[in-house]
Structures are given as C-alpha cells and as structure tokens.
C-alpha cells in the first residue's frame, strides 16, 4: 500500500490544542457500559440510526468480550462507522431514542460504545477484518473523497468491484478530514479512518480535478459506473459593505485552516463574532473559545427557536463562553485607517430583515460566515442525464441513489443539501448494494 495520508498532515496544526470531549472508552467501561442495554425487541435506537446499525447486537457483542464481531455487526450497515461514532449527533438520534431517555435516565452511551468496538478493531491493519472476494472486472469510479464516496467504494470493493476515488485536494476524507470540530474527530483520526477504507482495496487518487485533468465523457467510457460525492462549494458571503478583505472568513474555510495548516492560533483570535445559526456556527463558536479567544459572539437574524443548530450544541457553547446576540442582522463591516476589521454593524431584523435606524457595531477582530454553501454544479453538469433541483442539488433517487443517468449515481451533501455524516453513508452504502445487486442478477442471467 502507497504511504499513508497522514504523513501530509502538520504536527502544529491548531486542532491539537482541543481535547477529545468523548475519550476512548477502556475495556473495563465498555464492558460496564454494555451489561445496562436492555436489548429491546423493538430497538428503538437502530430505528433512529439512518444507516440502521443493529445497536443493541454489536453491544451484546462488547458486553460479551467480542469486540471484533461487534465491530463486524457496524460495519456491515456502516462502514465509516468509528468517524460516525464520533460526529454523530447521537443525542437526538440512537441515544436521544434509547428507551432509558423516557425513563429519564441516563442512555446507554451507543457512540463511545460504537468507537470503542470500532477504533480497537481496526487499530491494527495487518490483521484484516475483510477479504474482498475475487475481482469481477467491474470498475467504478468516486468523485470527491468524502464519506458518501468511502462508504460506496468500499462496499464495492469488498464484493471484488474494482474501486476508485478521484480528489481534488491533497488529503481524502472530505468534511470528516477538513470541517468536523476537533473536539469531535482531529484530522488525523479521520484520515486513519481512511487508511481502514483503503485497506479494503479501495484506491485514492488525490489531486485529480475532474473537469480539468479528467472529464465526465472519459469517466463514463472507461468505468462501468460513477458515483458523485462532491459534497458542497465555497462559504457563502453577506455581501455587505466592508466585506471584502482581511479578517472576514468563511467558516468552512478556517475551520479547514485551523484543522490542517501549519502553526497554531491558540490564544491569538481576539474577538470573534460568529455570523449564523447552524451546528457550523456553533462548531466555529466553540473551537475559537477553547482556543482562547478573548469573546466569541454569535449574531443571528432570527430567534432561538429558528436556528437549525442543535440545542445541545449550543448549551455546550454557552459553556465555553460563547455569547448569543438574536434578531440581528449585518449590514457593514467596519474597518480602521489600517484596513482591519474594527466590528461588525449590525441592525435589529424583524422577520429576518433589517430596520433602519437600530444600527449599533459589535466589536471585533474577526468575522466568520457560517450563512451556507454554494452548490458544484460545474462537475455534475459534466454528467448528460444528472439534473440539479431549484436549490442546486443533484436529484438523484432517494433510495438507490440513481440520478437521470442510469450509469451515475450520487450520495451525501451534494444530494441533500447539508446533513449528517451518517446520511451520507447510508446514500453510498445504498448506492454500493444497488449496483452489486444487479451486477449480481446480470451475472447469473
């Protein structure tokens, strides 16, 4: 196998400065943890699993000493299972419907239990969990390196299906790699996940742009199917006065700088104004608190009730310092003689509209848009028959992941907007079945 990713990654990347806020479990704890699931019948916490991970069969599994087969029982319904275990927004999703929560008790603890059975399974790659079957002669294609991609490559490649991610950037993993919060999933752990998937027979190409160095006509001669992970552009701007220039950043943006690039920020962000309401704006809020920030402000042009950030995210920020400034919306950044940031004006917005006359200047030295994403309808267009909906996405069939081209298909935030890593897990791993189930059919006549 190729040298691993992770030999591209800076050792002083801002990120290292956050703490795992979920640490490993040990053996001990797991097992404890494990001997409280009730094991429902019903198991309403695979119901509320979008990948439909069997929960309470891979915790038996631990309770019992089989950490390999509860890996095995993950895996078979969600490949990126340990990055899931850890991004997951476990509190409204496994854990938020574990039976206990009704009881107003504590959960069962299903992430760290999940990350637990996965990251110990997987730790050694030179024992391999998998053996792919032989190859078919069947060839696929990935664009974008993201989780939908892995999850479809690597159920392909396990049947023997030859499979091949295509990245533009140096490093693969995709949000796993560049936008979670560190506190949640350093880069370096996402990029071993990726190491797991390539271990299966999955190949990576990294610094391969389609539309520049490959175009969607050779992709479709050359592989029997194509599969778009291309997941979202550049962060939206304000388009307000004083925008343009130093000091005013995309949230993706920085938080793929402090995650990856050289030197740390911690202790040198001064005042931090936040623009949004989403988990990304939480997310950048509370990274630049425990980094030292000297304020961190959020500003929001609705109320509490309308930001699409989860509630337990934001009290979390709240804990860490994080202040809310509600039913305010930006109309100018304010800059000094020296072209710095100086504040953000903001306006009191009435049904997300600013009023005249109520303008008054947060203080700041640094503005970060977390307001969306543009859609990469460039790649997709490359595709005849893929067609883009009113908002930009790709439509594709929600259940096998086919778009208007019955040889491509397409999975994760470039599909649905924005969800959860495990969403697009489950759009590749259908895609993946799909596809194996029909070259299975077509095989057998």
Same mark, same amino acid.
């Given at each position: 196998?190729?040298?691993?990713?992770?030999?591209?990654?800076?050792?002083?990347?801002?990120?290292?400065?956050?703490?795992?806020?979920?640490?490993?479990?040990?053996?001990?704890?797991?097992?404890?943890?494990?001997?409280?699931?009730?094991?429902?019948?019903?198991?309403?916490?695979?119901?509320?699993?979008?990948?439909?991970?069997?929960?309470?069969?891979?915790?038996?599994?631990?309770?019992?000493?089989?950490?390999?087969?509860?890996?095995?029982?993950?895996?078979?319904? +969600?490949?990126?299972?340990?990055?899931?275990? *850890?991004?997951?927004?476990?509190?409204?999703?496994?854990?938020?419907?574990?039976?206990?929560?009704?009881?107003?008790?504590?959960?069962?603890?299903?992430?760290?239990?999940?990350?637990?059975?996965?990251?110990?399974?997987?730790?050694?790659?030179?024992?391999?969990?998998?053996?792919?079957?032989?190859?078919?002669?069947?060839?696929?294609?990935?664009?974008?390196?993201?989780?939908?991609?892995?999850?479809?490559?690597?159920?392909?490649?396990?049947?023997?299906?030859?499979?091949?991610?295509?990245?533009?950037?140096?490093?693969?993993?995709?949000?796993?790699?560049?936008?979670?919060?560190?506190?949640?999933?350093?880069?370096?752990?996402?990029? *071993?996940? !990726?190491?797991?998937?390539?271990?299966?027979?999955?190949?990576?190409?990294?610094?391969?742009?389609?539309?520049?160095?490959?175009?969607?006509?050779?992709?479709?001669?050359?592989?029997?199917? !194509?599969?778009?992970?291309?997941?979202?552009?550049?962060?939206?701007?304000?388009?307000?006065?004083?925008?343009?220039?130093?000091?005013?950043?995309?949230?993706?943006?920085?938080?793929?700088?402090?995650?990856?690039?050289?030197?740390?920020?911690?202790?040198?962000?001064?005042?931090? !104004?936040?623009?949004?309401?989403?988990?990304?704006?939480?997310?950048?809020?509370?990274?630049?608190?425990?980094?030292?920030?000297?304020? !961190?402000?959020?500003?929001?042009?609705?109320?509490?009730?309308?930001?699409?950030?989860?509630?337990?995210?934001?009290?979390?920020?709240?804990?860490?310092?994080?202040?809310?400034?509600?039913?305010?919306?930006?109309?100018?950044?304010? *800059?000094?003689?020296?072209?710095?940031?100086?504040?953000?004006?903001?306006? *009191?917005?009435? +049904?997300?509209?600013?009023?005249?006359?109520?303008?008054?200047?947060?203080?700041?030295?640094?503005?970060?848009?977390?307001?969306?994403?543009?859609?990469?309808?460039?790649?997709?267009?490359?595709?005849?028959?893929?067609?883009?909906?009113?908002?930009?996405?790709?439509?594709?069939?929600?259940?096998?992941?086919?778009?208007?081209?019955?040889?491509?298909?397409?999975?994760?935030?470039?599909?649905?907007?924005?969800?959860?890593?495990?969403?697009?897990?489950?759009?590749?791993?259908?895609?993946?079945?799909?596809?194996?189930?029909?070259?299975?059919?077509?095989?057998?006549?």
């Amino acid at each position: 196998m190729p040298p691993t990713f992770l030999s591209l990654l800076a050792a002083d990347r801002a990120e290292t400065a956050l703490a795992d806020k979920k640490p490993l479990m040990t053996i001990g704890e797991a097992r404890l943890e494990g001997e409280r699931c009730l094991y429902c019948a019903d198991a309403p916490c695979t119901k509320a699993c979008p990948t439909s991970i069997d929960v309470p069969g891979f915790i038996k599994r631990i309770a019992s000493g089989n950490v390999r087969g509860s890996a095995r029982t993950i895996f078979e319904q +969600n490949i990126l299972g340990y990055s899931c275990s *850890r991004v997951c927004p476990v509190e409204v999703l496994c854990e938020g419907a574990c039976v206990y929560t009704a009881w107003v008790d504590k959960p069962i603890e299903i992430g760290r239990l999940q990350r637990f059975a996965t990251e110990t399974a997987t730790k050694d790659l030179h024992e391999p969990m998998y053996v792919a079957k032989a190859p078919t002669g069947k060839r696929v294609a990935c664009v974008g390196a993201g989780p939908a991609s892995l999850a479809f490559a690597a159920y392909l490649a396990m049947e023997g299906h030859h499979a091949t991610i295509l990245e533009k950037r140096a490093l693969p993993g995709g949000l796993n790699a560049t936008g979670v919060a560190p506190y949640k999933l350093h880069a370096a752990d996402a990029l *071993r996940e !990726v190491e797991w998937v390539r271990s299966l027979g999955v190949e990576i190409k990294t610094g391969v742009e389609v539309g520049r160095e490959l175009s969607g006509a050779q992709l479709l001669a050359e592989y029997d199917a !194509v599969f778009l992970g291309l997941g979202l552009g550049d962060d939206t701007r304000l388009k307000i006065p004083g925008e343009d220039g130093p000091g005013v950043v995309g949230a993706t943006a920085w938080i793929e700088g402090m995650k990856l690039a050289a030197g740390t920020k911690e202790g040198q962000l001064g005042r931090v !104004v936040v623009v949004g309401g989403g988990n990304t704006a939480i997310d950048v809020a509370r990274e630049c608190a425990q980094l030292g920030a000297d304020e !961190v402000t959020m500003v929001y042009r609705r109320g509490a009730v309308e930001m699409t950030g989860y509630e337990h995210e934001m009290t979390g920020a709240r804990k860490d310092g994080v202040r809310l400034l509600l039913h305010v919306q930006p109309v100018a950044v304010v *800059r000094g003689a020296d072209g710095a940031v100086k504040a953000l004006r903001v306006a *009191r917005a009435e +049904n997300g509209t600013p009023v005249a006359g109520t303008e008054h200047d947060v203080p700041c030295d640094l503005i970060a848009l977390a307001i969306g994403q543009s859609k990469l309808r460039s790649v997709a267009q490359q595709f005849p028959g893929v067609t883009l909906d009113a908002r930009g996405c790709v439509v594709a069939d929600a259940a096998i992941g086919m778009t208007g081209n019955p040889k491509v298909f397409s999975g994760g935030d470039c599909v649905n907007g924005g969800k959860e890593v495990v969403n697009a897990v489950a759009d590749g791993r259908n895609a993946a079945r799909h596809l194996i189930a029909t070259w299975e059919q077509a095989a057998h006549g």
